[in-house]
């Protein structure tokens, strides 16, 4: 059995990494869909597409789920998404999302959706350790040691601070 679950993943965090320990338990295969692809250098999106796919390849190399992450860039048509991702990944028989939207499009279009359990979401969502990273607060609690290393090889937490400021 094949799954998909998608996120934009900036940053991947102990949130995403440990709901994909949970799916892995059920499924053969993951596709992991790093969505927003062809957003970067913004508060919202601080970081590319190659890089969140090595967020996910390094945090995931100490489990033995295999995974293939895919980009997905946005587009602006919800009625042809489904389509547009099957389009771009390996086949998959079941979703994993707690978006409403995204099940909604897969449940219209015929494919099993599942609601993962969430894993302290007060404490790990990418908006917050963003916040903590412009703030210069303590962020690597909340992400994997991979991502820690990843962001400091690109110098991420230096490009975040510097697109979210102003030019006043
Ligand atoms: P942002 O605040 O930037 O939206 P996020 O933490 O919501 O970041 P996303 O990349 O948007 O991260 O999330 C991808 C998917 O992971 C979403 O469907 C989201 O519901 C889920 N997710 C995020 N945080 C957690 C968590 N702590 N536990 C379980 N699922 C989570
Ligand atoms: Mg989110």
Do not use: C
């Amino acid at each position: 059995k094949r799954a998909f679950y998608i996120g934009r993943f900036q940053p991947f965090h102990k949130g995403h990494y440990s709901v994909i320990k949970t799916i892995g338990k059920d499924i053969d295969e993951l596709v992991i869909g790093v969505g927003s692809a062809q957003r970067s250098h913004e508060t919202p999106n601080p970081f590319t597409a190659g890089e969140r796919i090595m967020m996910i390849r390094h945090s995931l190399a100490d489990t033995d789920i295999k995974h293939y992450a895919v980009p997905i860039d946005d587009i602006q048509q919800n009625a042809v998404w489904v389509s547009y991702v099957t389009a771009r990944t390996p086949p998959f028989d079941i979703v994993y999302s707690n978006n409403p939207l995204i099940l909604e499009l897969f449940e219209e279009a015929g494919i099993e959706t599942k609601q993962p359990p969430m894993y302290h979401r007060d404490k790990y969502s990418g908006t917050l350790i963003r916040e903590k990273m412009i703030a210069g607060e303590d962020w690597e609690q909340f992400v994997p040691e991979a991502v820690t290393e990843v962001i400091e090889e690109i110098d991420g937490v230096r490009r975040l601070k510097n697109v979210s400021g102003s030019d006043q």
